[in-house]
């Protein structure tokens, strides 16, 4: 036989193996199954009953087809040989012990040995646990005898709910069944614009356990809400009046905030969207005291849930959003109230870097401008065929754009120089109409403080009473203002993008933005790779860590691009790591857009080109923090107008050995094991260069913004007059 080098779309397969059994319900997996072939599944139900959990269809396909069936639970077998949830391995062992592509024995030789070639790297451990689970899988692998009639009465549901707009039904829908190409070309908007907030109707039932909440225990800090990374958990605070229509499950606690004494407190969480990474449940800091280990949020299967928590979740979005003006945004537990503007994503489970994202939608809301450069944002940002990014219950929500890989910073320049055209457009056309519209609301208009929620509010009504006075006057003009209204409420407008976008490969041009006086924010979240194109080292890699084109480790530091960029001197700079310290997250990104400037915020992310379970990401990250690898500081240029240093050193001295953080990632790891001496000395060079480096951050935050020269002069002259 020879080798096949292209890739082929397979209508007509003798083998099929569904690696998740929600996918029988959501996609016609046994579609392209021949007659007589084999058909393996991955199954949380034993052989004996995993006939009455199949949809009807499927039966029916598997006996008309006279299908071999096998089945396997590959998540107990990955659990039990220590690969977490990791099925690849497994799965694949199944596929050459019963697809008969190579004698069962020379196949099992050859997948240990692919194993060996493939983790040896990573060490010994992961090598020996990967051939356990190969032999696992052989003992836990079983064929179902077909019964000669289909039994079952589950039906496959629809794709998305009957609820759902038109346009999701029509287009997004056969897109999520694998269906796209059936699409004819005039079913996609000419434009290339597509709705928002469609994520939330892709029900991916991904999760084998999810997060179950304890409102006895819970403190309310809003910890796990913020962490999410797909903002999958959710609080609101209401009246609990409300309740008189909850479902019976639905459940509450009287809310903890002094300001909302008689209103009570929900922590929901949306089981089908949920992927069961767990980081909630890790972040979460309280412990039961009579069982310490349970904790507030406490993992538990999702199956036995799915029903009652999808009735839970449908209540809970009716309850109204929190009031934005009542609530205090620098607080952690008041953002957590702030609907998420980005929701369900694709991102990988545990992602370091939509905690952010979400943020960011929480606090700045429909205000958001956003140019994203191309890469694991844009990715899960606009990726087809679903869009996280939403709208709050008027309608609004962010406005999203992506360019290119290398010019997001320059992108969103252009929106902001666009945003500032628009606003001063309808500003000008404010002062003509003042006559007609009244002086006193233009005068209103034209002065409005908006550097609080409440503000925005208020200049959203008189926008909104504007427009009512617009659409009265018969004025071309006023036709005119009526288009640009909008923009008389203040935007926000950032760019976003990963460390190769802003350390690397946009670097020229988001240097050249930070250089203007122009109000624009820019965001990096440094995963210290290439994350999405498949782990390439950065300007933002560390020393020592393995990435592509840095196989032997990485012979240089990180770039500090914070530092860079506080050259300038008018710069706002903010370096934040979530796991830290979450308010001085909050507090960074709230002040970096209440500057009237460029500002940048390096965010530190945990990924999955790191090399460990992103459940303990956030942990992950305070020890980047705490060994002063991934030192915090802000460079806040308008304290220097109050006499104030503006470099603030926000992490304290590096408290645990670099070792202790880099050794729990493979990415450091990996070159112990084939470079033992050169990772020792890399090791040893980044544990000096952390100390010199926060020596050099501690003298500039230390340093006195007094003129030496003047204050001597000064003296001078009062000994003069002495
Ligand atoms: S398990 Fe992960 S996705 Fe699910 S609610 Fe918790 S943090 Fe969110
Ligand atoms: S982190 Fe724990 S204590 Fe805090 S809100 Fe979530 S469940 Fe409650
Ligand atoms: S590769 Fe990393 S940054 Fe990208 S989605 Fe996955 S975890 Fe997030």
Redesign the pocket.
């Known amino acids: 036989p020879k080798p096949i080098r292209s890739a082929y779309l397979i209508s007509k397969a003798n083998f099929v193996a569904c690696h998740q059994f929600v996918f029988l319900q959501r996609f016609d997996v046994l579609k392209p199954l021949v007659e007589g072939g084999t058909f393996l599944l991955n199954s949380p139900y034993p052989p004996e009953e995993v006939w009455d959990h199949l949809p009807r269809r499927v039966q029916e396909q598997l006996i008309e087809k006279k299908a071999r069936f096998f089945v396997i639970d590959g998540y107990k077998v990955a659990k039990e040989t220590g690969m977490g949830q990791r099925i690849n391995t497994i799965m694949q062992t199944c596929f050459f012990a019963i697809s008969g592509i190579l004698p069962r024995e020379e196949a099992i030789a050859k997948i240990k040995e692919a194993i060996r070639k493939t983790y040896g790297k990573r060490g010994e451990a992961i090598v020996q646990k990967n051939f356990a689970a190969v032999d696992a899988a052989l003992d836990h692998l079983h064929e179902v005898k077909l019964p000669e009639r289909a039994t079952s009465t589950i039906e496959i549901p629809p794709t998305v709910s009957p609820k759902a707009p038109e346009f999701v039904q029509k287009v997004v829908a056969p897109i999520i069944r694998g269906e796209g190409d059936s699409l004819p070309v005039s079913a996609f908007p000419p434009d290339g614009t597509f709705p928002t907030g469609t994520a939330a109707w892709e029900k991916r039932n991904i999760a084998l356990e999810v997060p179950v909440w304890d409102e006895q225990l819970c403190i309310q800090c809003g910890k796990c809400v913020l962490v999410c990374?797909h903002a999958v958990i959710r609080s609101k605070v209401y009246d609990p009046a409300l309740l008189k229509d909850a479902p019976p499950t639905f459940k509450h606690a009287p809310a903890k905030w002094k300001e909302f004494k008689d209103k009570v407190y929900t922590l929901q969480v949306a089981v089908e969207d949920c992927t069961g990474c767990a980081v909630c449940v890790e972040v979460c800091p309280v412990k039961d005291k009579k069982d310490p280990s349970r904790k507030a949020l406490n993992m538990a299967p999702q199956i036995p849930l799915r029903e009652t928590e999808r009735a839970n979740w449908e209540f809970f979005l009716s309850i109204p959003d929190n009031d934005r003006t009542q609530l205090n945004p620098a607080l952690v537990k008041d953002s957590q109230l702030l609907q998420p503007l980005f929701e369900f994503s694709g991102?990988?489970a545990?992602?370091?870097?939509?905690p952010y994202v979400k943020l960011l939608t929480q606090l700045f809301g429909d205000r958001l401008i956003i140019g994203n450069a191309t890469?694991?944002?844009s990715?899960?940002g606009g990726n087809l065929p679903t869009t996280p990014y939403t709208v709050d219950r008027e309608g609004r929500g962010p406005a999203w754009n992506n360019s290119l890989f290398e010019d997001a910073a320059e992108f969103a320049f252009g929106l902001r120089l666009a945003v500032d055209q628009h606003t001063q457009f309808a500003r000008d056309l404010l002062k003509k109409l003042a006559g007609k519209i009244g002086e006193a609301l233009v005068d209103a208009l034209l002065n409005a403080d908006q550097s609080t929620e409440a503000g925005i509010q208020q200049q959203r009504e008189r926008v909104k009473l504007l427009k009512q006075r617009l659409q009265e006057l018969d004025d071309p003009v006023a036709r005119r203002l009526l288009d640009v209204a909008d923009y008389l409420v203040k935007k926000s407008v950032w760019a976003i993008g990963?460390d190769g976008w802003a350390y690397d490969i946009g670097y020229g041009g988001l240097d050249h933005v930070l250089s203007t006086n122009r109000n624009i924010n820019l965001l990096v979240?440094d995963?210290e790779v290439y994350?999405?194109t498949g782990g390439q080292m950065s300007k933002a890699t560390p020393l020592g860590a393995v990435a592509k084109f840095a196989a032997a480790g990485k012979p240089t530091g990180k770039k500090d691009l914070g530092m860079m960029a506080m050259q300038y001197g008018h710069v706002y700079v903010g370096r934040v790591a979530m796991g830290y310290n979450d308010a001085h997250t909050i507090k960074t990104f709230l002040e970096a857009e209440a500057h009237e400037g460029p500002s940048i915020i390096i965010a530190y992310?945990?990924?999955?080109?790191h090399g460990y379970d992103?459940r303990y990401g956030f942990e992950q990250q305070k020890a980047a923090v705490e060994s002063g690898h991934f030192a915090l500081y802000r460079y806040n240029p308008n304290l220097i107008q109050l006499g104030k240093n503006p470099f603030q050193l926000d992490s304290k001295p590096p408290k645990l050995p670099f070792e202790k953080y880099a050794y729990n990632e493979t990415r450091f790891t990996m070159l112990t094991r084939f470079d033992p001496e050169r990772a020792k000395k890399l090791l040893e060079q980044a544990q000096h260069n952390i100390r010199m480096r926060f020596r050099l951050y501690q003298h500039i935050a230390a340093m006195s913004l007094e003129d030496q020269e003047q204050k001597e002069e000064a003296k001078v002259e009062e000994e003069k007059h002495a």
């Open positions: 990374p991102a990988c545990g992602c370091g870097e939509t890469g694991c944002s990715i899960y990963g979240l995963t994350s999405n992310c945990h990924c999955i080109a992103l």
